[in-house]
């Protein structure tokens, strides 16, 4: 079972600031319900670590195909394996990256986009 003390030091774990769902049972990110119900598979049809390494494997194949990709080293199934458990029967690799991202939003005049090299979209209003 897994549990930690985010509630406690006012962390909340996965991106949200409120309590989620699970929080009550020490699941304080998606990870530790995850690996529950990936244990509950395991005992059901003999679902083994190693099965669940080619999914990393595969898509860390994939990355290497995307100049764009963030990790682009190649990943064996025993670097999986030998990987840090986070949360068991999970491992390092079995996670997501959690990468940060930013938006720019270049705004002019009418009369200044006229001059630019591809046609304006005009913003007619906004909410928020």
Known sequence: LYANIGRSRRVFYGGGEMPGHWDPWGFTSPGGAHAMMFRRHMELYGTTTRQLAEV???????????????????????????????????????????????????????????????????????SG
């Open 56 to 126: 990393s494997v595969a898509f860390r194949s994939h990355a290497q195909l995307n100049p764009g990709a963030v990790m682009k080293e190649a990943m064996t199934i025993d670097d999986h394996e030998n990987s840090r458990p986070i949360v068991a029967p999970l491992r390092l690799f079995d996670y997501c990256l959690i990468n940060d991202g930013a938006v720019c939003l270049i705004l002019t005049t009418s009369e200044r986009a006229a001059d630019l090299a591809k046609p304006p979209v005009r913003i007619s209003g906004f």
